[in-house]
């Protein structure tokens, strides 16, 4: 029984010191920025989002909205809602990420207050109805005006993806948006696109 216990404890041990993936290594970004060069798949990743929010939002900067915000006192209030997903493609955690890094670069602004996500997932459960805490974009106006807010930054992905024998190519369509609440007007808007193939 003791040997038994011993070889219990010691294959894990041994398990967790052999290197992973059939020996490969594994490799930091930090250590070897080439990794994040290459795209391995058609979704979207890190550089995709980075690309496509320099350019988005270095507009976003010049618009005539974000000049109305750097004079307004009090500053307004903006919340920052889902991407709508319509691509066949699992880029979810992606929109997740770009979001965040949207609201980052606003709250860096420091020309509005902005909501935190946490508040809005509550918001949501509140006008949905406590069953279904899922974001529904016809409702946008009402969470809006739920939370406070005077405009809401949202966006939308729509894809086109294209096959022949030897390629497979997904083009991306993403738009941002600056709604104000109180007269669901749209305020700015911005599409940049990216493009996938694996070939």
Known sequence: MLRFLQAALVLPLALAVLPGCGGKEVVRGANDPSIDAHALSTGLDKDDVQRALKETLNHLRAAPVMNE???????????????????????????DAMLGEAESWLVDAQVVRVVSRERQNQMIREVEGQQSAVFNPANVVKYGKQLGVKYFITGKVAGNDERTEDMRRVQYFLFMQVIDVETSEIRWQRKTYVTKAIK
């Open 69 to 95: 915000w750097r004079t307004t006192n009090p500053q307004p209030t903006v919340a920052i809602f889902p991407f709508q997903n319509s691509t066949s493609e699992h880029i979810d955690s992606m929109l």
